[in-house]
Nanobody, 117 residues
Framework: QVRVVESGGGLVPAGGSLRLSCAAS????????MGWFRQAPGKEREFVAN????????IYADSVKGRFTISRDNAKNTVYLQMNSLKPEDTAVYSC??????????WGQGTQVTVSS
């Protein structure tokens, strides 16, 4: 089992920045990739970004390319999401997941990000 816990959400004005953190614990040696998703009120959950745990290769949703950066600290078993140039449409609950080598997914509880106009 892998446990992930997010932190770093909050209220920020449009154009501002936030950094989210996602700390993994448990069977972290089995992690293959970690990623961020978000869900806005009344909308389905959508993919934001993903990072391969060993290679560091990243993938981004088109809506956040050039504004968000996902990174990892393997020693701390932590993934970060640096969010710049935030827009009101980025308002959502951001959730982190970890995928192990058997393709099991482990989700955190989510953290609220609110961008005011």
């Amino acid at each position: 089992q892998v446990r992930v816990v997010e932190s770093g959400g909050g209220l920020v004005p449009a154009g501002g920045s936030l950094r989210l953190s996602c700390a993994a614990s448990g069977r972290t040696f089995s992690i293959d990739a970690m990623g961020w998703f978000r869900q806005a009120p009344g909308k389905e959950r959508e993919f934001v970004a993903n990072i391969n745990w060993s290679s560091g290769r990243t993938i981004y949703a088109d809506s956040v390319k050039g504004r968000f950066t996902i990174s990892r600290d393997n020693a701390k078993n932590t993934v970060y999401l640096q969010m710049n140039s935030l827009k009101p449409e980025d308002t959502a609950v951001y959730s982190c997941n970890a995928r192990d080598r058997e393709f099991s997914l482990y989700w955190g509880q989510g953290t609220q990000v609110t961008v005011s106009s």
